[in-house]
Structure formats: C-alpha cells, structure tokens
C-alpha cells in the first residue's frame, strides 16, 4: 500500500514564519524517505473543525510551487482541488506549470467543492450542487482536453473556450493522475467511473468502504470502464498510526483486501517533521507490503 501525506492543519510550531522551513522539512524528509505523494487542501480558510478562519492556510498550487523546488521524487497535488475556485482553462495552465516545473510530478485532485462560508466572504460565486457538479464535469472535460492534442474550442454549458492551447504541454502524456475526491453515490462516483485514474474517498467502517467500492463499480459497469484501472484510496487526516501502529496495520490489511491501494495520513501539528521521519522509518517499511 502507498502512503500519502496530506497536509491540511498548519497550525504547526513557530507560527506562519515558521511555515516555509517546516513545511519544506516536512517535503523533504517524505521525498527521501519513500512517501509517494504529499498534498494540500484546497481553501481560502482553514475548516472549521481545525479551528476555523482563526487559523493559517496557505494558497495550494503556490505552495506546491515552492515545494516542487524542494523534491525531487514526491507526486505533488491538492486533495481536492475545489471545482468553483478557478476557471478551468487556467486550472488546467496551473497544473501544467506544477507538472513541468516538477518534471512530471503533479497530480490533479478534483471535486464539487463544498465550504460556502469562504466563497462568501471573498465574494467568489457558491452555485448550488446541481450546477457545482455539472461544472465538475466540464472542467474534467476542459483539462484532459488542454492535456491533450486538440486545442480547438469547448463548447458547454458552463464555459466557452475559443481555443485551448496548452504550451508547454504536460509531461506524463494524457496529463497528471486524476484523483476525484467525494463519495456521493449518484453523481461523484460516476464521475469518477466515466473520467478519473483513482478515487478518494473518506475514512469510513470496512462496510462502508465496500458498500462505496461496490457503487463504484456499478457505475463502471454501466460506463464500460474497467473497474481494475482505477485506483481506491482513503484519506484519514486525524488518524494517528503511530499511536497504536499495530492496530493501524491491521486495518490496513482489512483496507487492502477490499482494493484500497494508498492512504494518506496527516502530520502531528506538535511536531510534523518529527512525525514525518517517523512514518517514513517505522511505518512505511511495513506498509509497502501490505495488499502487495
């Protein structure tokens, strides 16, 4: 099983001075010792069960910027990136500029975004769900049109592109992993059935997952996708393995054996370096093998 390391409480040692120096620390110390991707969230404020707009939050794709230039092995992305936040043509020229500054590194998380409080407060439009999904769409359609070889016009119903030249163009041909974030029954994960390399779903009992996965397929089904090419994977953020590893492990285990193949998990805010090196030394060499 993989190991993602998602950083979405900043509320870390030495306040936002601090924040460049650790949050490279962190990046390194996950780039040397094997994690496969490390990511960031994708908000104006911090979430109020981390604190709220009291606490830090960093612009993501800034960020991934600085710490491309501080890695050299770490897939770099957002978990998830929200769908109203940027207009999709210049979403797709951000990512391309992370992938091709990180030499093929980025990733592309995606979802229908859902914290209305900060779209509000910097006057950014909330559209209801319906249409967040139907823009979801296009803008998977938008991009992975820019990652490719038309640069002809988009025509939806959302948005109008007169052309959609991408130069330069993305390093991994087709463009970075697809990682669709959400596990709504109806639309995301048909979505993710019809458009995306891996699935992101919540920490949720063993049941749960595998009632997700079977929905999943379904979907996969009925789109004539192979469910096989899509990547399952779980992000856990207040989940504390080094607290009780064997437990953790032993969940894992259960995890894999229904599909799951990467895990992201996040920093101790008291000491992310610190916890960062602990996970690379005495986590990881005993996660790898795991669903292997």
């Given at each position: ?93 951000i990512v391309t500029t992370l ?77 970075p992993r697809l990682v669709i ?112």
């Amino acid at each position: 099983m993989k190991l993602g390391i998602h950083c979405a409480d900043l509320t870390w040692p030495g306040g936002p001075a601090a924040l460049p120096t650790t949050l490279a620390r962190v990046a390194e110390t996950a780039d040397e010792g094997g994690v496969t991707t490390l990511t960031l969230m994708d908000h104006y404020f911090q979430m109020e069960h981390l604190g709220g707009p009291a606490e830090p939050m960093l612009e993501g794709y800034t960020t991934l910027g600085y710490l491309a230039a501080r890695t050299s092995r770490l897939e770099l992305g957002i978990l998830v990136t929200g769908v109203t936040y940027r207009h999709p043509g210049l979403l797709a020229k951000i990512v391309t500029t992370l992938d091709v500054l990180s030499q093929g590194r980025a990733m592309l998380g995606l979802g229908a975004a859902w914290y209305e409080r900060e779209h509000l407060a910097l006057g950014v439009p909330y559209p209801p769900t319906k249409e967040r999904f139907e823009r979801l769409e296009e803008t998977i359609q938008i991009v992975q049109q820019m990652f490719g070889d038309d640069d002809g016009a988009y025509d939806g119903r959302h948005y109008r592109l007169a052309e959609t030249i991408n130069n330069p163009q993305v390093v991994r041909p087709g463009g970075p992993r697809l990682v669709i974030g959400g596990g709504g029954e109806r639309k995301t994960l048909r979505l993710v059935a019809k458009y995306a390399d891996a699935t992101n779903l919540s920490l949720l009992p063993l049941e749960e997952l595998g009632h997700k996965l079977d929905i999943l397929r379904r979907h996969c089904d009925e789109v004539g996708r192979d469910y096989d090419e899509i990547d399952k994977t779980v992000v856990g953020t207040l989940v504390r393995p080094l607290d009780d590893l064997d437990a953790w492990l032993s969940l894992m285990e259960q995890y894999a054996a229904i599909g799951i193949s990467q895990m992201w998990v996040g920093p101790d805010p008291a000491d992310p370096v610190g916890w960062t090196q602990q996970m690379c030394e005495k986590v990881l060499p005993r996660l790898k093998p795991v669903g292997a």
